[in-house]
């Protein structure tokens, strides 16, 4: 439990701090930044007075809050994509102003550049990418399918995994480390077709937003970085679309005002077709299908010029089927099915609301459920003809009830304060199994097992944020979130400061630094070397604590030529501990059907690195340059002698090159290669022939084969690269832009390797070298999109 | 246009395995395996091998170690040095054999390696047999016909036992069925484990599932039940198992019943190999994490470790029988 007088000490120090400006008769300007095409607003515009060198950025539902001791002002407001935009104003009191920003057709232009320069140059907030989706969508990709997780995979400190997967090892972190945020509610699996896509779909977002270090106050729940998943709000001023048809799958979204001007909506859908592919080249005694869909739909309504309320939802299903028959067309022989699927669903109700002019006030409530079921039965009959049926199933469901009320306050430009409370209701049941065996004269066996039943819990954080101009070179992000979790019979507190600062340190140079900690109440207990949807999601719970840890991050930023290029350098240095992974010898496929909580042990872990990130936003020619020294340890009792070892992801160096080339108008080009030296492996060192077990099980005879192992994670995997092109015209027909995507993934036909692991027998002898698993080579894609 | 599908799914989704050299930091030093899984029911005989770098390419043949010194000390003296008799197999010169009870040392040393010593010894069992019984309904499929009952005494301290029934068959079962295997060479006798059930709550089918109360074991019906002393420390039981003879033979039905109690060491062994093979030749070798066999060699690898067996041989009648009355040996094709 958080002692409430150290809470209250921290917060009213944290509140006490000054800015350098002096109180005086002060005026606000507030308001929201729009689209002026569709009435979308606009997160993340930068609000700028150059006259005072200050200014604010819209938060991340478009609103903005200056206030000012000055009666005549010039705004500068710019954000990527966008027009700028230069308003003068003659203010003698508050006054609310909205802000249209018309989407840029043209590139170039010095006020943008100065404006986008003064928001990456000010901000104290480091380790933080945002792409545009429209840049996302221009990017190669596997079979054509646009994926937001997988373009966050191209930035220094992001690890993919295995190849192809959409999952995120950030700062040598877990991927149950990061918080995944879809519109404010934390999503559990954010993958398709075992992580080849991620669940998001490009036409329904608006923004991506990665914080991998310095992570603010407001966020708090997860160790290693925040992945803010915003859906559009939908056109409030006309009806547009969009629609795309690639190799396995499709999708559409539509758009449009309920109420002009007043109320929208958007709704989009995928659906992939992978399943019906593969069924021509099926027949006969085997049967195999994976598939997936998804819906998003948001809609919302202005109620007043202060009030806004949106609805918003996601649901997504994954599918996947295997089908053996020893005699096709009948039931008789023996007959295996394997079935699996997961799903997604988030739904939320959220009231923006703005008390005054200078207080934002966001108040969410939502839902989120996460649920895998997977299902094996064999049937065979014996030889007396009889039936023998033996099935077997698993599931694991979570239910997040999530409310939550942020407030944002700007008493002047140079300090800005959020505060807020966060309140999660957890409902747990992981993998519980039911198995039936019926087997012709026996009793027929039911049994299910539940090892942890229904576990309940609750997760409340109240959190306080400062930013503040202490000096004209100085900036500064303070905060403490206090975070207190009551679980079936634990309770645990945390107070987590976060500091972030910001010196700058010449016109065109910053420097940042932070520090945030943060504990963890949630757990993914994985098996292997893969994450597989049936990982285990489980709490805080008897003998498996919280995970905590925290991160030290420091780095120059740099701009060069009016802000056109921008140059990152940071370092980090994370602990992290409380982490869990089965003990040695236990693999997830199996003790599913155990009593896995005992089979859990916990570790610690360190990851430290340095990043190089350099990037071009503007001209035809942009792209970005990221490279990454990395090495992240972990360290388990029962594991490697208790001695630390590489952890699985460690990958000393990584680096990707992205580039997008405009030709025309009508025709760009982009590309992008990937290099990372190879990930550890731990693999046998040694081998020898044994006796397989003694009395009758043993016989010299047979050799039994026996490999003899080294420490963990000593051998390091062949080096993984790999170059993806493509190639996208864009015609405009009479009703909508029709875009044909051409593109190669693994363009130079790279085997990277998936697994490696010994090999068991190659001509006629076993044990002798090692084999690896290469998947998705050179793969073309072809897709074509219509916007309308 | 299938054509062409199947090339671009050929392409996207087909995974393609190669051999790779990887780079596993420092030279492997070759180490002594010794292998003696002993039981007072036969002479003293043991394993002498050397490991090799996984990815070497050695004939299996050049790991047999054929010029160790082995000797064996036990009771309290020097028991034996035992002599190489082929294929690094060693036995002893005197006809000796290991007795239970008895912690016995040995010491081996071959030119080249790293001397090895380990310690072991067989523990003691005592067991009985009570009765075997038809049951009257016998031609009832609702339960076993046949039911076995065995007493045995645990000894004070940590024990690990192994129950299995075998049944001597001289048929097997190919497409079409069982048939009798007499159309080819050396047509014989062979043990063939017959699954049993039995609610002795303290049976497991795996060995790593030992010690585990909750693992569930679904119709407690097993080919081997493992089972530690955990529920009955130090106590005498008696315990029941049903079965149903899995072949109908031609002649008489002849079954036996092993009683084992396996060594700490052993059971460690065996425990750690389960998970290695299950690791190495199970179906998620990609996903598994690589595990070491348990070794109690110091300086070397391998076990040396006892066991003690009570064996009971009986017919369906319960009558008992002898090995020597029947025609073991090498099975020959099922067609």
Not at chain 1, 88 to 117: G, N, Q
Not at chain 1, 553 to 575: D, H, N, P, S
Request: aromatic content about 12%; charged content about 20%; hydrophobic content about 35%.
């Amino acid at each position: 439990m958080v002692p409430a007088g150290r809470l209250s000490w921290a917060l009213m120090g944290l509140l006490s701090i000054q800015p350098m400006e002096a109180a005086g008769q002060s005026v606000t300007v507030s308001g929201y930044v729009e689209n002026a095409l569709s009435g979308e607003r606009i997160p993340g515009a930068n609000v700028f007075i150059p006259e005072i060198q200050a200014g604010a950025t819209s938060n991340q539902y478009g609103f903005y809050s200056l206030t000012i001791q000055l009666a005549h002002i010039r705004l500068s407001i710019s954000h990527v994509g966008y027009e700028p935009a230069v308003r003068d104003l003659h203010i003698k009191r508050d006054t609310t102003l909205i802000i249209t920003l018309t989407p840029r057709v043209v590139s170039l232009d010095e006020v943008e550049v100065v404006a986008v320069k003064e928001s990456a140059l000010g901000a104290v907030q480091m380790s933080r990418h945002e792409i545009p989706i429209k840049e996302i969508e221009t990017l190669p990709v596997i079979l054509g399918e646009i994926d937001l997780q997988k373009t966050l995979q191209l930035l220094p400190s992001v690890q993919s995994g295995v190849e192809g997967s959409s999952g995120l090892y950030i700062r040598g972190g877990r991927a149950d480390q990061n918080l995944i945020l879809l519109d404010g509610l934390p999503v559990y699996n954010p993958s398709h077709l075992f992580g080849f896509f991620s669940i998001f779909n490009a036409a329904a977002m608006k923004r991506v937003e990665l914080i991998k270090g310095g992570i603010p106050a407001r966020y708090g729940g997860r160790l290693s970085s925040v992945i803010n998943y915003t859906m559009k709000e939908g056109n409030l001023k006309r009806f547009a679309g969009e629609g795309a048809i690639g190799l396995i799958s499709s999708r559409a979204m539509l758009e449009g005002p309920i109420v002009k001007d007043r109320a929208s909506f958007v709704a989009a859908g995928r659906r992939t077709y992978a399943d019906q592919l593969w069924r021509p080249f099926l027949r006969g005694r085997k049967r195999f299908g994976a598939a997936f869909h998804d819906v998003n739909f948001k809609a919302n309504y202005i109620l007043t010029t202060r009030d806004r309320v949106y609805l918003s939802g996601y649901t997504g299903r994954d599918s996947f089927l295997y089908q053996e028959k020893s005699v096709p067309g009948t039931d008789a022989g023996r007959q295996f099915t394997y079935e699996l699927g997961w799903r997604n669903r988030l739904a939320s109700a959220r009231w923006n609301r703005v008390v005054g002019d200078r207080l934002f006030v966001n108040t969410l409530v939502g839902v989120t459920q996460y649920a895998f079921a997977s299902r094996s039965q064999s049937r065979d009959t014996d030889y007396g003809g009889h039936l023998l049926e033996f099935e077997q199933s698993w599931q694991s469901d979570i239910l997040d009830w999530t409310a939550k009320v942020d407030l944002e306050y700007a008493p002047n430009p140079r300090h800005s304060l959020r505060f807020g409370v966060e309140s999660i209701t957890h409902r747990f049941s992981p993998g519980s199994t039911k198995t039936r065996l019926d087997e012709f004269g026996r009793q027929a066996v039911n049994e299910e097992r539940a090892p942890t039943g229904i576990l309940r819990s609750q997760e409340i954080a109240l959190y306080a944020e400062d930013e503040v101009q202490l000096r004209r070179a100085l900036r500064m992000l303070a905060g403490i979130r206090a975070s207190h979790y009551a679980g079936r019979n634990h309770r645990f507190g945390s107070i987590e400061p976060r500091v972030g600062i910001n010196v700058r340190l010449a016109e065109r140079t910053a420097f940042k630094a932070s520090f945030s900690r943060s504990k963890q109440y949630v757990h993914l207990l994985t098996g292997g070397g893969v994450a597989l949807p049936t990982d285990l999601w489980i709490p805080t719970m008897d003998g498996i604590g919280p995970q905590s840890g925290f991160q030290v991050a420091a780095g120059i930023f740099q701009a060069f030529r009016e802000g056109r290029y921008e140059v990152t350098v940071e370092g980090y240095l994370k602990k992290m501990k409380g982490h869990i992974d089965y003990r040695l010898g236990a693999d997830n496929s199996r003790s599913a059907f155990l009593d896995w909580p005992d089979l859990v042990e916990t570790g610690a872990g360190t990851s430290r690195g340095a990043e190089v990130f350099a990037q071009k936003k503007h001209g035809h020619l942009t792209g970005w340059i990221g490279y990454t020294w990395a090495r992240s340890t972990r360290k388990f009792k029962g594991l490697n002698g208790g001695q630390p070892f590489a952890d699985g992801y460690d990958r000393r160096h990584d680096a990707s090159i992205v580039i997008q080339y405009k030709v025309s108008e009508t025709k760009q080009i982009s590309a992008a290669w990937v290099y990372g030296s190879g990930y550890p492996v731990w693999v046998p060192v040694g081998r020898y022939v044994g006796s397989g077990g003694f009395g009758l099980r043993s016989d010299f005879r047979y050799p039994h084969h026996v490999v003899h192992t080294g420490p963990v994670n000593t051998a390091r995997a062949p080096s993984y690269h790999r170059l993806d092109v493509s190639v996208h015209f864009r015609k405009q027909r009479s009703w909508a832009e029709r875009t044909i995507s051409l593109g190669i993934y693994n363009a130079y036909n790279r085997k990277n390797p998936m697994f490696v692991y010994p090999k068991r027998v190659i001509d006629g002898q076993s044990l002798i070298g090692f084999r690896q698993l290469s998947l998705l080579q050179l793969i073309p894609a072809v897709s074509i999109q219509w916007r309308f | 246009m299938r054509i062409r599908l199947a090339v671009i799914w050929g392409c996207a989704l087909c995974g393609c395995e190669t051999v790779v050299d990887l780079d596993v930091p420092g030279g492997y030093e070759p180490k002594l395996i010794i292998e003696s899984q002993f039981s007072p029911d036969s002479l003293w005989t043991m394993r002498a091998g050397k490991s090799t770098a996984f990815g070497a390419t050695a004939d299996p043949r050049d790991l047999i170690v054929p010029d160790a010194r082995i000797v064996i000390f036990g009771e309290g003296r020097f028991r034996d040095t035992l002599r190489h008799v082929g294929n690094g197999i060693y036995r002893t010169t005197n006809n000796l054999r290991p007795a239970s009870g008895y912690v016995y040392r040995v010491q081996a040393a071959a030119p080249g390696l790293p001397s090895a010593e380990a310690r072991g010894w067989a523990p003691p069992l005592e067991s009985e047999w009570v009765e075997m019984q038809a049951a009257a309904n016998s031609g009832s499929t609702e339960s076993d016909p046949y039911t076995v009952r065995l007493r045995m005494a645990d000894l004070p301290g940590g024990n690990y036992y192994s129950l299995t029934l075998y049944q001597v068959v001289t048929v097997c079962r190919n497409a079409r069925g069982f048939i009798r295997i007499e159309n080819g060479p050396g047509y014989s006798s062979r043990y063939q484990v017959n699954v049993f059930r039995s609610t002795w709550p303290s049976f497991r089918s795996y060995v790593e599932a030992v010690d585990d109360p909750t693992y569930p074991d679904l119709d407690n019906t097993y080919w081997t039940a493992f089972f530690s002393d955990e529920l009955f420390e130090a106590t005498t039981r008696e315990f029941t198992i049903t079965f149903t003879p899995t072949v109908t033979e031609p002649d008489n039905q002849l079954f036996m019943l092993v009683l084992t109690a396996l060594s700490d060491d052993l059971f460690a062994y065996e425990r750690s190999l389960e998970l290695h093979d299950y690791y190495l030749f199970g179906p998620s070798l990609t996903t598994t994490r690589p595990v070491t066999v348990y070794t109690n060699v110091a300086g070397g690898l391998g076990i040396f470790a006892g066991y003690t067996s009570d064996t009971y041989r009986f017919d369906l009648e319960g009558n008992p029988w002898e090995e020597k009355d029947v025609s073991f040996g090498e099975p020959g094709p099922c067609r």
